[in-house]
């Protein structure tokens, strides 16, 4: 998380997090959440370095990630 915040920042990124699950029976480990202003940022920055990143996490996990977008309603 910390290279994708590294790398996503310039581009829009305006908040980063990551949740770890609490019950060990629980079918994610962890979610990540990245916020940014608009669908339009985060399609145009994060796409493009998508295969950097999944490089990187083959450093920590071999489960193969899940994306879904998502908006905040309020």
């Not at 997090?17 to 029976?25: H, I, L, R, S, Y």
């Not at 920055?45 to 309603?73: H, K, W």
Request: glycine content about 4%; hydrophobic content about 45%; some cysteine.
């Amino acid at each position: 998380m910390v290279m994708v915040c590294k790398v996503l920042e310039p581009h829009g990124l305006i908040r980063a997090e990551v949740d770890k699950a609490a019950d060990p029976t629980s079918p994610f480990i962890a979610a990540g959440r990245l916020c940014f202003n608009s669908l339009e940022y985060f399609q145009n920055c994060f796409f493009a370095r998508a295969g950097e990143f999944a490089s990187d996490m083959l450093n920590y996990t071999d489960i193969p990630p899940q994306i879904q977008i998502s908006e905040i309603v309020k």
